[in-house]
């Protein structure tokens, strides 16, 4: 006999640049039980000069993990979302089938499109449209390299959460939080701007239409609903792009609070009721992310734990393997370096060689290179880890300054806010209360859109409210805070 709807399982994919979860929310006894179901590794691969995405292994991956799913939920599954990082997308022929493996957004050939397509419209006028950040991998600028590289401008295209969804057999959409970080969406209207389309040469009719976050967009059609768990299953598109779906699992109120999701990147900011594109806001590059149920998630990116991840890679190449724990506590016993470096320097954005590339912001500045030894690995790592603290107290300093918020706390999500060493440091800097939040905050930011898009008479035309998916977060919040799933 099936379990009634509300008391089947729900399952949330996060689709990451390095890692990929796919998780289990189970309701049939007392209190939600949440755990990852399944994991596997990501990352770009390189095709001739350019930098691409294994489309099809991440969707074998994520059919490996439904399947597990299914395994451990002999209840049934009612809903399945999928969110992940932003701006890259699958192209399609006009038969629907792939045009080749999607571009990372990291390819150097985004630099010049967005050259491009500045000198057809100006970056204030962008700014004024959209009130997203100049970044060159914002989707308008990959579409626009597309275009130049000969790629049929018709051919439609979805981001890869929502291309994800569209193999299973959900709707062709673009979900509103990841459609605003294309820089192609009009602030407003909250739909695509034909004055950006027409500057940058592209086409509207390549874009797919925007549903609002936590719309039901089909059920399960793969060979997967064959497995009796997945034969009713429905596709919901959460907060589609996760930094907004990590924001969504944030479980506060009031007004004092601001956000750190550190991971890969780093984004730091509040979330506003209404977007912020004031002249400070433009001058510091700041961008107003579509937020779930509506809201505007006012944010900068940094450049975050991609720095020593990058480091790592390096230091593993010549026999010096360190994991973060041990670099961690070394630094733990290293006084406060003397020099901090940029960030955000557009150099550190690309792969390869990140140490070579920090020492060379060190010498620039007077200072002695790192040797790549036991010694000054770790302070390699401490000036990382000074150099991220001091641009988030920096940053929030501005957006209390641009909003007008008193901040008093700090909600640090994500795979970084299990170090501790990095709290403190940011926490002694912008003197805020720091509380460190779930490292899979995406995983139940999503899961909170799909209780609030399903529970409670559901979502509406205008997608799922900010106050329930809060209430979710904050009930599966008590389950998971503290604890790993």
Known sequence: MQQPANKKALVAVDLGAQ?????LLRRGRGAPELRIAYRFPNGPISEGKNLRWDIRRIFAGVVEGLRACAASAPEGIASVAIDGWGVDYARLDAGGQLVGNPFCYRDERNISAMNEVYSRISA???????GIQHLPFNTIFQLHADARAGIDPQSRWLHLPEYIAHLLGGDPVAEFTNATHTQLVALETRDWCEEIFSAA???????PKIAATGTIVGKIRHELNRLPELGDTALIVPACHDTASAIAAIPASGDDWAFVSSGTWSLVGVVLDVPNISGDAKRMNFTNLGGA???SCFLKNVNGMWLLQQCMECWTRTGQAWSVEELIRSCERLPAPQMLFDVDDPVLMLPGDMHGKINKQMEAAG???FAMNERDIPRMANAIFHSLAKRYADLL?????ITG??????FVVGGGSKNAYLNRLTAERSGLEVIAGPSECATIGNFAIQLAATESGGANSSGVTAERVTHYA???AAQTVNSEM
């Open 19 to 23: 890692s990929c979860r796919v998780s």
């Open 124 to 130: 204030d006028r962008l700014y004024e449209l959209t």
């Open 201 to 207: 040469q592209l086409s509207l009719a390549a874009a």
């Open 293 to 295: 149920g509506g809201k």
């Open 367 to 369: 200072f002695p290179a």
């Open 397 to 401: 300093a501005a957006v209390s300054r």
């Open 405 to 410: 918020k008193q901040l008093t706390r700090l």
């Open 474 to 476: 904050e009930m599966l």
